[in-house]
């Protein structure tokens, strides 16, 4: 489980992503070779990439890697740097929960309206909810990644200066 609970992200975006080159290589199979077209791989491979980009900036949260302006930062000392780091979290945390919220109506009207996707079928919330689902993990791994933030700030400037120390 502990796996599992740190590599979620990464197992559902090589999931999807091995579903959509399956799905389209059977629409192109069956296109080219059987003169007959699949309707719903194309459909289904968009909300494929829809949630893989999602989940993608959950990885990219989990790793760090999230898109960031360090021309400034990188000229502060480390102890600002690091509030900082901790701020750009929290703010990260705040417009994702505003983006969260506008989307959970799109799904709620979804459901409500009982929309349909044109070639699949599938009902239009379902890409939906992953979206949001994709959302909150981002806020989760926001608030992993802050409280790590915090520790890393406590263990870097907050331990008590042992006798023989040097500043």
């Known amino acids: 489980m502990h796996w599992l609970k740190d590599n979620f992200e ?31 791989t194309e459909e289904l491979s968009i909300f494929g990439l829809m949630w893989i980009t999602y989940f993608g900036a959950a990885i990219a949260v989990v790793q760090r890697r999230h898109i960031r302006i360090t021309i400034l930062s990188d000229f502060l000392p480390d102890k600002v740097r690091k509030i900082l780091d901790i701020a750009c979290n929290i703010a990260f945390m705040i417009f994702i929960s505003f983006v969260t919220t506008g989307i959970w109506s799109m799904f709620k009207i979804a459901m409500r309206t009982h929309q349909q996707a044109a070639a699949s079928g599938l009902p239009r919330w379902v890409p939906i909810i992953g979206i949001v689902f994709a959302f909150v993990l981002i806020v989760l791994r926001l608030i992993q ?21 040097v500043e």
């Open 145 to 165: 990644d802050t409280v790590k933030h915090v520790r890393e700030y406590r263990e870097m400037f907050c331990q008590p200066k042992k006798d023989g120390d």
């Open 10 to 40: 990464n197992l559902l975006v090589s999931v999807l992503t091995a579903f959509m080159t399956i799905a389209l290589f059977l629409q192109i199979l069956s296109r080219y070779v059987f003169n007959f077209s699949i309707t719903w």
